[in-house]
């Protein structure tokens, strides 16, 4: 999905009031939980980290709904519910590290900023790298290292990550980010050879390999090669 000429410098609309604000995140809290949501770590960062915070101009009052939403450079910003499913697959600890393939708006990185050590996160989109770290300072979250580069290929030069969260489709899980992963490791891949037909991968690296786990249907933008030329 795409966004249309100049959406995000489309004038925002109507003030919300603080009262309706509050029972749109009471909804979309509940919403996450008849989702599946069951991990609390999971839900409090989901709570913590207003999605409003990341959906601009002619979107910004479906902030709150369980649906994808276009940003720049013909990205989308993913359903929350599978923000939260993801990021509960990886099964984050406070001391791990993980690396992030697809910043886009930089809203599940924040998420899981909530949840590890340090997140890095990487894009090959310039743009969208800039915008995310301003949404990251002015949130506070100093444990996020944005970077704009080709995510296919991983950050070798902080390897090996103890989880790694793909957010675009690959044709299989790539051999770079495998190859990036700590024994004992997990990485979540939608993995799929169309936009309709992709199952989102759990991955857990072994002392004798890989183990794959298919945990549902799901719907991404493929995961490119190489640097945007925006």
Excluded: W
């Amino acid at each position: 999905m795409s966004t249309g000429p100049g959406a995000e410098d489309s004038p925002p609309p109507g003030p919300v009031s603080p009262a309706e604000l509050a029972e749109r995140k009471m909804r979309f809290l509940f919403a996450l939980r008849q989702q599946g949501l069951t991990d609390m770590r999971v839900l409090s960062a989901m709570e913590r980290i207003d999605r409003g915070a990341f959906v601009r101009g002619i979107f910004a009052a479906r902030a709150y709904e369980d649906t994808p939403l276009p940003i720049p450079c013909g990205q989308t910003i993913s359903q929350p519910s599978v923000v939260a499913l993801m990021t509960q697959a990886l099964q984050i600890g406070p001391r791990d590290t993980v690396l992030e393939v697809g910043t886009g708006s930089g809203y599940q990185a924040a998420i899981l900023a909530c949840l590890g050590r340090r997140v890095y996160t990487v894009d090959r989109h310039r743009d969208l790298v800039r915008a995310a770290v301003q949404r990251f300072e002015a949130l506070g979250l100093s444990n996020i290292v944005a970077i704009a580069a080709d995510g296919s290929r991983g950050l070798p030069d902080q390897a090996p990550f103890d989880r790694i969260l793909v957010t675009a489709a690959a044709e299989d899980p790539p051999g770079p980010l495998l190859s990036q992963l700590k024994i004992g490791g997990i990485m979540i891949v939608p993995v799929g050879q169309s936009d309709t037909v992709q199952s989102l991968i759990r991955v857990t690296r072994s002392e004798t390999g890989f183990d794959y786990e298919e945990l549902r249907p799901v719907r991404f933008v493929p995961l490119v090669e190489g640097m945007a030329t925006d």
